[in-house]
């Protein structure tokens, strides 16, 4: 499927119900893991979809750049953002063909970011180390290739999924702080609900 059909498809997902897809409330192993990011810190929220985690980082404290492909995912996270009454920099654009600020931010947060096909996921996943300032923080969940057929959420091709062989491949110029694969049950609006293969990775840059 072309990247323009991906887009088109997520458009209409998003744009078919005014309610969240994946809920208002942030994604567990984030709220779990954001007292890692300090008060203050410049965060980079990737295809942040309907603000969820953007917003509570903002909330928490956060100077959120929030980057989401679908407009009509946007519109919904400036509606979160208002309700939460907290300012986060949104802006629409598709991460394969962004122009990555380099050494920018403290943290990236990367949760379920799992669109990228595997022949560009090694640039793409270079450009998130590029983008970390020394002594940032990277948080990245996602499901592992168990997931596929679960009807839970998530790719439905196994190579979009992550091993914890290949994230330590492609983080190998990071500390990894934690890599852990685990099933769990989560409720995070319609789209992911129910038993899921999950695998989450914290990872920093060394101090300059």
Partial sequence: MSETSKLARWEARYAATPDYLFGTAPNAFLAAEAHRIAAGA???????????????????????????????AIVKARQLAAERGVCVRFEQTDLLH?????????AVV????????????????????RSLRPGGLLLLQ??????????????ADPANCYTE?????????LRIDALRSYDAEINEGSAHAGMSALIELVAS???A
């Fill in 142 to 155: 996602g499901y592992r290739p168990e997931q596929v057929g679960r009807g839970t959420g998530g790719p």
């Fill in 98 to 106: 962004w122009h990555w600020p380099v050494a920018a931010y403290d």
């Fill in 110 to 129: 990367a949760i379920f970011v799992q669109f990228v096909e595997a022949d560009e996921r090694a640039a793409f996943f270079a450009n998130i180390v």
């Fill in 42 to 72: 410049r965060v980079l929220a990737l295809a942040d979809g309907e603000g969820r985690n953007g917003v509570f980082l903002a909330a928490a404290g956060a100077e959120v750049h929030s980057v989401e492909a679908a407009a009509a």
């Fill in 205 to 207: 840059v060394p101090p």
């Fill in 165 to 173: 062989a290949l994230l330590r491949e492609a983080f190998a110029a």
